[in-house]
């Protein structure tokens, strides 16, 4: 009897101390896995970070923009892992055509709706893992309009909708100026010697981020790289989704203007829109209208910033933490 009762009380302990280990590992490692996607040539996989629980029923989606990848979210992540009052998993999605995710057959494919589509195989794919009771959406960019999407058609994505969206430097008009800048650069992977080199050149082209340390910018850049079979690294990314951008009009930008507009007007979440001050992206004026119609965004304005936030600071992640997981 002494020696059940002795490996019952170890067995509680063990199961404990555990727990707590690997809620701890959790809270401050990521896991990786990929979701199959349907397209129009048959399928693609998508890659994702998850960060937290994996069985929590509290999701926060994360998705990044133009040319970027889901690790921009590693710093948010665990601060929202760390805060909250609950079990919570937060998933970083590499859009495909980046980072760890396949490359499309076909550039056309390069397009919101796929990207909408996509998001939705991935939240049918995390409700068959663990019910998705509450569901929470921040996007960067092309992320946030992919989150307008999503978002402006709850019944899309029934039973669970988009509780609360973070629009990130983004809304329904996208400044011409802005698209013309990104048609210098997008599609253009480079060579460089050593990351080092890369991260500057990165720098070149993205100082409108803001001030960051050495530290948070390799952090950040890092992934966004890849090597190449001769020792230099490039972009990790399809330079196709070039075509996309450079197929863009002033007339083609009216009509996704209009659409978005109308999604825009259909949401239900409630809606934080950050915005750098210095956008160029997103204008003061869209911003205002985005104050008065539809879901009524509260928006915060960072001093010093451009496009777009990265959400690495803990000013901005204390904002979107606070909106998320306080209010």
């Given amino acids: 009897m002494r020696n059940s009762s002795l490996s019952r009380a170890w067995k509680s302990f063990l199961k404990a101390h555990l727990g707590f280990a690997l809620t701890c590992y959790f809270m401050t490692q990521p896991s990786f896995a990929h979701v ?11 890659a994702y970070v998850r960060w937290g629980d994996p069985l929590a029923s509290h999701v926060v989606l994360c998705v990044h923009g133009l040319t970027r990848q889901g690790r921009d979210f590693d ?4 601060a929202l892992v760390a805060q909250a009052p609950h079990p919570l998993q937060v998933i970083c999605p590499d859009v495909v055509g980046r980072g760890q995710s396949d490359w499309l057959a076909h550039a056309a494919g390069y397009q919101i709706p796929q990207y909408a589509s996509d998001m939705l195989a991935l939240l049918a794919h995390l409700q068959m893992q663990a019910p998705v009771q509450t569901l929470d959406w921040v996007g960067t960019s092309m992320g946030g309009l992919i989150g307008m999407v999503v978002a402006g058609q709850a019944e899309l994505i029934k039973p669970c909708v988009v509780r609360r ?3 990130n430097d983004v809304g329904p008009v996208v400044s011409w100026p802005s698209i013309e800048r990104m048609k210098t650069y997008v599609g253009k992977t480079g060579r460089f010697e050593s990351l080092e080199a890369a991260a500057d050149a990165l720098w070149a082209v993205s100082q409108s981020f803001g001030p960051h340390s050495r530290e948070v910018w390799l952090a950040l850049s ?14 990790n990314y ?9 197929a863009v009009t002033p007339e083609s930008t009216v009509l996704a203007e209009q659409m978005l507009w109308h999604l825009y007007e259909q949401i239900t979440a409630s809606t934080l829109l950050l915005r750098g001050a210095q956008s160029d992206l997103l204008t003061p ?10 879901p009524c965004a509260k928006v915060v304005e960072f001093a010093g910033v451009g496009h777009a936030p990265t959400l690495t600071s803990a000013d901005q992640i ?9 209010i």
Wanted: glycine share 6%; charged share 25%; aromatic share 4%.
């Fill in 238 to 246: 399809d330079p196709a989704i070039g075509e996309s951008i450079r």
């Fill in 318 to 326: 204390q904002v979107v933490a606070d909106f998320l997981l306080h």
């Fill in 222 to 235: 890092a992934p966004m790289l890849k090597r190449q079979a001769d020792g230099s690294w490039t972009l």
């Fill in 36 to 46: 199959e996607c349907p397209d129009p040539q048959g399928h693609h996989r998508m």
């Fill in 75 to 78: 710093r948010l992540a665990q």
């Fill in 165 to 167: 969206l973070v629009l």
């Fill in 285 to 294: 004026e869209t911003a205002k209208a985005m104050q008065m119609r539809g």
